[in-house]
């Protein structure tokens, strides 16, 4: 009996840490890249010779910041409760709906929480649905690039650098030792 009580309570400390460990994936960095997303727009904003370019480049990004970390913590509220999957879209539908619901009545009365609501659940399930579908082709994209040892910088056959193989390197350094020996004994004759 306290066997099954120590693997109850193991289980419970490794799904609790398991859920604090990726936080910055799910929550961190979502925020951070919407930030800069935000910032961006701001530079291409037709408000920033009225406002400034800094001012209203910060706008936008605290504003995609605030939307964004609202979201995702909607989304990883929802997830807890449910203790669904991290990669289950109802989470993200529901969390959007929530927090849609929540911005939209703080904008816009009534009438602009359902907007907000309905379009921050279809906007967020479908990022999430994207960002699952192409998570698999960067990972292994990434692990192409920093896996490969020797073979990250092909130059071209007719590049004046060349990379030698055992044998061609043991070939130039017999020429290189034959030039040097040439060089001296023209010194010792002068």
């Not at 799904?15 to 997303?37: H, N, Y």
């Not at 910041?65 to 989470?91: H, M, Q, W």
């Not at 609501?117 to 279809?122: E, G, H, I, L, Y």
């Not at 479908?126 to 040892?149: E, G, M, Q, W």
Request: charged share 25%.
């Amino acid at each position: 009996m306290d066997s099954m009580r120590k693997s109850d309570s193991e289980e419970q400390v490794s799904s609790a840490s398991s859920s604090s460990s990726d936080w910055k994936e799910r929550f961190l960095f979502p925020t951070l890249l919407a930030g800069v997303a935000g910032g961006g727009a701001g530079l291409v904003s037709k408000h920033r010779k009225v406002h400034g370019l800094a001012n209203i480049c910060a706008t936008y990004a605290t504003n995609f910041a605030i939307v964004t970390a609202c979201y995702c913590g909607a989304r990883e509220f929802v997830r807890a409760s449910r203790t669904g999957k991290p990669d289950d879209l109802l989470n993200s539908a529901i969390g959007g709906f929530g927090s849609g619901a929540i911005l939209g009545r703080l904008q816009g009365g009534q009438l602009g929480a359902v907007r907000y609501s309905v379009m921050f659940a279809v906007v967020g399930t479908t990022v999430d649905y994207a960002t699952i579908r192409v998570k698999p082709a960067l990972r292994s994209y990434y692990d192409s690039l920093v896996n490969k040892k020797d073979d990250w910088l092909k130059l071209p056959e007719w590049s004046p650098i060349q990379v030698l193989d055992e044998e061609a390197l043991a070939a130039k350094r017999a020429r290189e030792e034959e030039l040097y020996r040439s060089v001296h004994n023209l010194k010792k004759e002068s």
